[in-house]
């Protein structure tokens, strides 16, 4: 196969079944596969294969919405606190969210009941007394739940609405510089959150019940972390049907 984006070679007569690209600056890139039988190229096997990047932040996606809206940079002060770290071969988004203002990612999209969200999450500074770290948002309208880790290496749940900030107090804490595995369930106001290490060992398995809303968007970031960073990779998010 031949591999192009924006219409330039990128990949030349390759057998691999998949590819991983890091994306030169923010934009939305159009990818064309085209296969080679006898050095003669075929029409276009994919066209129009859309990914709207983070500079040098690939992040893995199998976001099944009725259309692909892309993720928002979030940048407090309109500088870029990003970066990239190998992980298992592949590379993971850094946010470093020196502010007490959010930093990450986020895409909207229509109300939905339920939602789940998946990621893989490494920290390497526990925030400050009120920050966020490897932080997970559910958006309703201005309203949101926010699952993160705090200062305590405990992951803990805001929910505007109520103003209520609610530990949820596994038999592991948070261990810095490792990887764990973060899902958020959320479905007619039942908040499910399971965190897995590395190893496979539970951290965290708990049921919520919280405010009934529905939801229309998800922010994966961090606040006032000083100088530490949330990494996440292999990010997933699935709009659930009512039950």
């Known amino acids: 196969y031949n591999i192009y984006r924006n219409n330039e070679l990128l990949v030349e007569l390759t057998t691999d079944e998949a590819m991983d690209d890091i994306l030169p600056e923010p934009g939305t890139y159009n990818y064309t596969v085209r296969g080679v039988y006898g ?65 990450g990612v986020q895409r909207y999209f229509a109300d939905s009941e339920g939602v789940q969200v998946e990621t893989w999450v490494q920290i390497t500074r526990y925030p400050q007394s009120d920050g966020e770290a490897g932080a997970i948002s559910l958006y309703s309208n201005d309203e949101r739940f926010t699952i993160y880790t705090g200062n305590d290496g405990d992951l803990w749940l805001h929910e505007t609405i109520t103003g209520q900030t609610t530990e949820i107090d596994g038999p592991y804490d948070i261990d810095l510089y490792e990887w764990y595995h973060l899902t958020v369930r959320y479905l007619d106001g039942q908040l499910e959150i399971f965190a897995v290490a590395d190893n496979l060992q539970m951290l965290v398995h708990e049921v919520l019940t919280v405010s009934d809303l529905p939801i229309n968007g998800v922010r994966l970031g961090a606040r006032n972390l000083d100088t530490g960073w949330s990494f996440f990779d292999v990010s997933t998010v699935k709009l659930l049907p009512t039950e």
């Open 39 to 103: 050095g003669i190229e075929t029409i276009p096997i994919k066209q129009k294969i859309f990914f709207s990047g983070l500079f040098g932040l690939p992040i893995v996606d199998s976001y099944e919405f009725p259309d692909e809206t892309p993720w928002e940079i979030i940048n407090s002060l309109n500088t870029r606190h990003f970066t990239s770290v190998p992980y298992d071969g592949e590379y993971a988004m850094g946010v470093s969210a020196p502010a007490n203002m959010p930093d």
